[in-house]
């Protein structure tokens, strides 16, 4: 019994010392752990809202998208094309960024190389379509075709290092279960 608590304590024991705080925040009008549970709530409601949806896609496009067509097309041996098809998918999704993990931990087990990986999340945390209509309207369609032009080549350089650093220290990514 002693070793089951432990674990749960291990497992939720900043959520429960979360919880903790924030209701002492509350009893005692603490203006910082209220603006924390404000804040808090705000990121949970729209996570709730939008990962179900995020992965009934990722689902889907782990069915329907078979891992032949994305070795070929996103494999080490795609090359450029494969840097450019990275791209355009991460230009063309929205959301934030943390939706983009699971579109990259899928794309890495249907066979895209690491290197496609990477520049995808770096595509995709500086180069959607939504994000550079929003940027474009307040800070002009030069500023933001430069800062994409001066972007783009460290992501595509950050993943060809990280692909190296990678390889050399035999990475591989551990199924849960």
Same mark, same amino acid.
């Given at each position: 019994m002693k070793g089951k608590a432990m674990i749960i304590v291990k497992k939720y024991g900043f959520a429960l010392l979360f919880a903790v705080f924030i209701g002492i925040s509350r009893l005692s009008n603490f203006p910082a752990g %209220? #603006? %924390? +549970? =404000?804040n808090f709530r705000i990121f949970f409601l729209e996570m709730i809202l939008f990962l179900p949806l995020m992965f009934i896609l990722i689902g889907l496009f782990d069915v329907w998208v078979p891992r032949e067509k994305i070795i070929r097309h996103l494999g080490p041996e795609a090359g450029t094309m494969g840097i450019l098809w990275v791209v355009l998918l991460a230009m063309l999704q929205a959301g934030p960024l943390y939706a983009a993990f699971p579109v990259a931990a899928l794309l890495w087990k249907k066979g895209c190389s690491i290197r496609n990986v990477f520049v995808y999340l770096g595509a995709f945390s500086t180069l959607k379509i939504p994000m550079l209509a929003f940027e474009i309207s307040f800070l #002009?369609? =030069?500023f933001s075709l430069l800062r994409a032009l001066f972007s783009l080549p460290? +992501? %595509?350089a950050i993943g060809f290092i990280m692909a190296v650093y990678l390889k050399k220290k035999e990475f591989a990514v551990k199924e849960a279960g």
């Open positions: %209220i #603006g %924390i +549970f =404000k #002009g369609l =030069k460290v +992501f %595509i």
